[in-house]
């Protein structure tokens, strides 16, 4: 893709989070997402982070990529952070077909998968995730989810939660396991127009409800022998985690980094001409603010630039997107005690924003299985 094609859009993603950011008032009391905001980012062009350069997208490789990913989500959390995250699944999703060109096995069949879910992108379809499963924590690998095969799709049964983007998302990936396989596998639900009343195996089991990203539609739902394709994966998958496993947890970092801009900038506003006057130990909070948020501007740059170099990028993008979230954590937990309890009013951002920042941090791993996961890290590197 020309540079200039790039440009335009993130251009074009810009102008349209200005406008969200313009609308916050409104927008912070939503519990809905809206399909428009959604057709507008297609149009922006944001559906190209699904698509290799060499089909008009903005996929370069991961190196090249993540950063102008990365910034896309940025820009678009400051504008609206729950847009942002549902937004941030996409290229998320199809990294796992976009890094990997030539599998060792099953490449043909790889190939035409490859093809056909990037086709959808250039199409105007997003994707989304419906992986995440109660008792789970996280893992992956612990899906309860069976996989029936059932002519040349599977037949899938199983509770499912965290379904982000529902009611906006075309396509979704989800686990299952195949009786007698070793390990769990992927699969694809076209979800475009089914039902949610369980009459073609989706049944909505709870509407989120969430204290933190309200407007995500992060559905919990129940799988009754519903229509799903398996993933044509050979080994490709396991070449692709590594990608995968560095620019997710970049993406989900950003949409922090952008509240806590946010936060920051407004909280100095607030402040305006009266930051002389504040209490000695107000003086102390606000300090520790800005340290925080310097401290996440840091960890966030550090991660990227690990990730562009090829230096330790998986440790790294890990390591960010659990100290961002906590250090975003405590930014407005502090944020309360300078602002006073007025910023935790319905029609201030602050509590909202604090509360997002939370959720966050629960999200794509959760801590316990994050923190697990960085301590194998952390091991592996210091391994000789």
Sequence with gaps: MPANRSAEVRGNVAAIAAEFAAARGDRIQRRTLSRI????????????????????????????????????????????????????????????????????????????????????????????????????????????TVAE?????????????????????????????VDGEPAPDLFVIDVRDRPWDGSAGLTLHKSWDGHGMIATQSHAFRLDRCPAVRAASG????????VVS????????????????????LARDRL??????????????????????????????????AIETGSGGLLAAARAKATIGALAEQCFTDLGRVLGGASYARDTPFGQWGEDVRALGFLRPPWGFAFEQLL?????????
Excluded at 76 to 83: E, F, N, R, S, T
Excluded at 235 to 242: G, L, S
Excluded at 278 to 286: F, G, T
Aim: charged share 20%; net charge negative; proline share 5%.
């Design 246 to 265: 560095q620019l997710t947890p970049m993406l989900f970092a950003a949409v922090i980094v952008g509240i806590v801009r946010n936060a920051i900038a």
């Design 272 to 305: 305006g001409g009266r930051s002389a006057d504040l209490k000695p130990y107000e003086q102390v909070m606000w300090v520790q603010i800005t340290n925080a948020a310097w401290l996440i501007e840091q960890a966030y740059e550090g991660a990227l630039r």
């Design 149 to 177: 095969p059932s002519g040349t799709e599977f037949r899938l049964s199983g509770e499912k939660h965290f379904g982000s983007g529902s009611g906006i998302t075309s396509f979704m990936i989800t686990t299952g396991r």
């Design 376 to 384: 194998k890290l952390d091991l592996a590197e210091r391994r000789p």
């Design 37 to 144: 905001d959604f057709d507008r980012l297609a149009d922006a062009g944001f559906l190209l982070t699904g698509v290799p350069v060499d089909q008009g997208g903005l996929w370069r490789g991961l190196s090249e990529s993540v950063r102008e990913y990365a910034e896309l989500v940025r820009v678009l959390a400051q504008g609206d952070p729950c847009v942002a995250l549902v937004a941030a699944m996409h290229p998320s999703v199809l990294a796992f077909w976009l890094a990997v060109t030539q599998p060792r096995s099953n490449a043909a069949a790889w190939r035409a998968e490859r093809a056909e879910y990037v086709d959808t992108a250039m199409h105007g379809h997003w994707w989304g995730t419906m992986i995440s499963e109660p008792g789970s924590g996280g893992d992956l690998l612990r899906t309860r």
């Design 235 to 242: 080994d490709a998958f396991a070449m692709a985690a590594p």
